[in-house]
């Protein structure tokens, strides 16, 4: 067990609908990171916040939205859905915004019929 | 932005067997990381090694930081071992970039 909880374990929905994943990071851990894991793009950076602010940002698109609230466990707003943003969405924790060990939670399985 | 390579993509093992994996990046790192990821898609953190040589159980791994290198060895593999490892690397306030993966499948 990684300390990160990440809820829904999985998700269903329909192209179009939106959704929210939730992840709480470790105890202590002021960073939290989203990750996508699809087939054919392997595993792959979407953002990270560090103590609430936003802190790099990699490939995630416009429909998709994230924010770290004072508790410090934060949210992935999908919107928009198509059948493409079917994924494994993990959300991982550090204790720092750069270099140390990265935590990471089970995953929240989605798809999109 | 940095390139990670990982090798082989597939490998099958017979239990009780030994295995190198090779992960190898196109820049100086600040963070390595292993991964294993189970069946069941849980990605579990297996050594936080930048630099240096690091023994966890059955399961070592050494960084060879000055020739972007690193290497991951599993030693009398176990069926539990099956699964994706991955290895992951950051260049310092640059996300962790993951390569593809080495799938491991190993047989009773």
């Known amino acids: 067990d990684s300390g990160v909880t990440q809820t829904p374990k999985h998700l269903i929905t329909a192209t179009g609908q939106r959704v929210t994943l939730r992840c709480s990071p470790r105890s202590g851990d002021l960073s939290v990171y989203w990750y996508q894991q699809s087939l054919d793009q392997g595993l792959q950076f979407l953002i990270q916040y560090y103590n609430g602010e936003e802190r790099a940002k990699g490939n995630i698109l416009e429909r998709f939205s994230a924010q770290q609230f004072p508790d410090l466990h934060s949210e992935l707003n999908l919107s928009s859905l198509e059948l493409g943003d079917s994924a494994l969405y993990f959300c991982?924790?550090?204790?720092?915004?750069?270099?140390?060990?990265?935590?990471f939670g089970p995953g929240t399985r989605l798809l999109v019929l | 932005g940095i390139q990670v390579e990982q090798s082989p993509p597939d490998l099958i093992l017979q239990e009780g067997a030994n295995s190198t994996l090779r992960c190898n990046f196109s820049d100086s790192v600040n963070n390595l990381q292993w991964f294993h990821q189970n069946p069941w898609g849980q990605l579990i953190n297996l050594f936080y090694?930048?630099?240096g040589t690091k023994q966890n159980g059955r399961l070592s791994a050494t960084t060879v930081a000055t020739e972007r290198y690193s290497l991951l060895y599993i030693s009398s593999s176990q069926t539990t071992d099956s699964g994706v490892y991955f290895c992951a690397v950051d260049s310092g306030n640059t996300p962790l970039v993951f390569g593809k993966g080495t799938r491991l499948s190993v047989i009773a």
């Open positions: 090694i930048p630099s």
């Open positions: 991982a924790s550090s204790v720092d915004f750069s270099g140390g060990t990265q935590y």
